[in-house]
Nanobody, 125 residues
Framework: QVQLVESGGGLVQPGGSLRLSCAASGFTFSDYAMGWFRQAPGKEREFVSVVDWSGDYTYYADSVTGRITISRDNAKNTMSLFMNSLKPEDTAVYYC??????????????????WGQGTQVTVSS
């Protein structure tokens, strides 16, 4: 059974940092691209970042480029999202996603077969 379990969400002040983690099981982690989407209240789900199976190729949404770093550890079946200089507009539920090989349209949420339950990130003073 495939499981993606996010952790690390919480309340942080503007300008602060947070690290999200995703623990994966039930599939061959090293064969899959891994990524993050987020959804703010009243808004559509949006792409944040994705990393290919090897960790060599990473992609970011324009809104987070320069502030967020994605990484993965294939030996531990985990993926992380390091977020810095957080802004109130980063407030959202963050979802871990996975799909076999990096999708051609990696910003499209419909391309990802597996989803976690999400973790809340709130950026507020």
């Amino acid at each position: 059974q495939v499981q993606l379990v996010e952790s690390g969400g919480g309340l942080v002040q503007p300008g602060g940092s947070l690290r999200l983690s995703c623990a994966a099981s039930g599939f061959t982690f090293s064969d899959y691209a891994m990524g993050w989407f987020r959804q703010a209240p009243g808004k559509e789900r949006e792409f944040v970042s994705v990393v290919d199976w090897s960790g060599d190729y990473t992609y970011y949404a324009d809104s987070v480029t320069g502030r967020i770093t994605i990484s993965r550890d294939n030996a531990k079946n985990t993926m992380s999202l390091f977020m810095n200089s957080l802004k109130p507009e980063d407030t959202a539920v963050y979802y871990c996603v996975a799909d076999y090989i990096l999708p051609d349209h990696y910003t499209d949420s419909g391309q990802y077969h597996y989803w976690g339950q999400g973790t809340q990130v709130t950026v507020s003073s």
